[in-house]
């Protein structure tokens, strides 16, 4: 499966547990971390760590593993690693404060299918 189609699948996982604001950034002429950066946010702790969860479920069913989760204990950054992609799931007063958009403002948004169903 091609990194595109996975960050696609991440989307819909975070879409499924009502992350909001979900959008990837292509890293891969900006930054040597990833290649890929799915970004959302969560209302809540409860809410972050089930995003995070359902991304890693997801991941299971595919047979892609997870290099490594950060942060699902205290629920306010959690940082999925797939590989290629890391996952960004914030709590929504760490997104603002963090703002990884501006931060790596220089990276091409990807269009999201998550976007185009609605």
Known sequence: MENNEIVQKIAVACDDKRAED??????????????YFVICHGNNER???????????NMDELGIDIKRMEGFEQARWVLVDIGDIVCHVFHKDERSYYNLERLWGDAERLPLEIELEG
Do not use: C, F, G
Not at 47 to 57: F, G, L, M, N, T
């Open 22 to 35: 979900i959008i990837a950034l292509d890293m891969k002429d900006v930054s040597l971390v990833a290649d």
């Open 47 to 57: 809410q972050v760590q089930s995003i995070a969860r359902e991304i890693k479920d």
